[in-house]
């Protein structure tokens, strides 16, 4: 697998708009001889001769013509992000200049980038492992501080670090075990079956513990999908505005405002809340759009991961609010009591039998917002967590701590059943190759597609 390509790779890496400056980047063994043929340096200067980390004054020639002037910077193989040779020229960032410029990377020989293949060469390199790749991409798109702090340290390799201590225990129980498969009795002293089984117990609580960090590090990563929910008029909008800080969503005070669902993401203590407000739901509608943003409405909550149920507090509970109840079964809810600052007139909302925290907010008067986020925090931060140690993210890297676990579990029973060690040793072996598929170790390709496919092009 860990073969250098011989050709040379192109994107633009900035995105696609106005901007300041953008970097069309190339990649491979022929970057220089490339630059060469359509950068002129102001210094007359021969490309192949640059240094390796010095960046060049020039311009962009097409044949005769001025295409822009640039900054060009040269990294040499292996001290580049992808160990390879690699150009960057910052162009003037509009979409003339940099496609014009890309263009001339392809005429002059390079091939356009696939997603994700800069950093996936990093690692067909030996410069990161694949876990560290796939910290690239959540870094990019983390969405809060803490978010970016949990790609951080993977990306500094303290997933790898754990992992690779692992494996390092397991290789030498199944050295021992594989000593004593070769070797007949006589000539090695006899295993001990008790501390065998100790150690690889002791592997097992190490991967249990990372598998534990979970919950908390795919919410910091992906976000909690929250839908406001609620019949019309009770203040959805007015809490969407209220928590965003803007007044994103039109708030009236005629019934049935809302149509269209509309999203933002907030930070809650670091944790990315994806919100969406919807159409007030009521059961009896005769408008036509309000019917189908009333569907759609329903289908956001069935999606989403937590449910602000918003009720109207100076107003009694109406069959409106019961009949959103029945929609809420298994779903993660928190009773929202809006518009406290009126008359209080909602009565006892245990009636509805929604085993869920409440809480009184004015969303128009921005009092108990801090009492609601606490309170979402709480439901989904359970333990004391420190972001920036470092906590399990992937789906991918949980499913084959899960495997490993399952092999160990295995490897335990046959030896607590004094099978042969040959049984033992198979699935310990199996566990270790679970483990390094999470590095990376002998990726196959359908694995690097699909990760590397999530990129965006030109990282
Ligand atoms: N007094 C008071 N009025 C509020 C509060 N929150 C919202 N309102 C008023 O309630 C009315 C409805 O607010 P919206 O935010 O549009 O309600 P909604 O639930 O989004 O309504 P639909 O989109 O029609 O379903 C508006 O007149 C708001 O000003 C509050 O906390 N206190
Ligand atoms: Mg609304």
Redesign the pocket.
């Known amino acids: 697998m860990r073969c250098r390509a011989d050709d040379t790779i192109v994107a633009i890496s900035t995105l696609a708009g106005f901007a300041g400056i953008g970097i069309v980047r190339l990649s491979g063994p022929a970057a220089l001889n490339i630059a060469s043929k359509i950068f002129h340096p102001k210094s007359k200067k021969k490309i192949k001769e640059l240094s390796a980390n010095t960046v060049h004054l020039g311009k962009i020639i097409d044949g005769k013509k001025f295409v822009d002037e640039v900054l060009l910077t040269v990294m040499k193989a292996p001290k580049s992000y992808t160990r390879e040779d690699v150009v960057e020229i910052s162009c003037h960032g509009g979409p003339i200049p940099l496609k014009k410029t890309l263009e001339l990377c392809v005429k002059y020989g390079a091939r356009l980038a696939d997603p994700g293949e800069f950093t996936k060469r990093a690692y067909l390199n030996g410069r990161i492992d694949l876990s560290q790749a796939e910290a690239v991409c959540d870094i990019i798109e983390a969405k809060t501080e803490a978010a970016l702090s949990c790609a951080v340290s993977q990306l500094s390799g303290a997933l790898s670090e754990e992992i690779n201590r692992q494996k390092s225990e397991l290789v030498d129980i199944l050295a021992t075990l594989e000593a004593a498969i070769d070797y007949s009795e006589d000539e090695l002293p006899a295993i001990d079956g008790k501390e065998v089984l100790g150690k690889v117990e002791k592997i097992g609580i190490a991967l249990e513990k990372i598998l534990l960090t979970f919950q908390t590090g795919k919410i910091f990563r992906d976000g909690v999908r929250t839908a406001i929910i ?1 019949k ?7 809490l969407l505005n209220a928590l965003v800080g803007q007044n994103r ?1 039109i ?8 149509r269209d669902i509309i999203e933002e993401t907030i930070d809650i203590f670091g944790i990315p809340l994806i919100l969406t ?1 919807t ?2 739901i009521r059961k009896h509608s005769t408008d036509v759009v309000e019917k189908i943003g009333i569907e759609r409405a329903q289908e956001t909550l069935q999606s989403a991961d937590l449910v602000l149920f ?1 009720l109207d507090s100076s107003s009694e509970l109406s069959h409106e609010d019961f009949h959103i109840v029945e929609l809420l079964v298994s779903k993660k809810v928190i009773l929202v009591l ?5 008359l209080k007139k909602i009565g006892d909302v245990s009636e509805l039998e929604i085993p869920a925290p409440v809480v009184k ?5 921005n009092e108990g917002l801090d009492e609601l986020k606490k309170i979402i925090y709480n439901l989904f931060v359970t333990s004391d967590i420190n972001t920036s140690d470092f906590l399990l993210t992937n789906t991918r890297h949980k499913i084959l701590i899960e495997n490993a676990l399952g092999s160990l579990e295995k490897a335990v029973a046959s030896i607590k059943d004094g099978l042969s060690e040959e049984f033992t040793a198979t699935d310990l072996r199996s566990a270790l190759n679970y483990l390094g598929e999470i590095t990376g170790e002998v990726p196959t390709e359908e694995i690097l597609d699909r990760i590397f496919s999530n990129f965006c092009v030109g990282k």
């Open positions: 609620g019309p008029n009770v203040g959805k909008s007015s969503a708030v009236t005070e005629i019934p049935g405002t809302t407000d159409a007030g918003v809006n518009k406290s600052d009126l907010i004015s969303a128009s008067k």
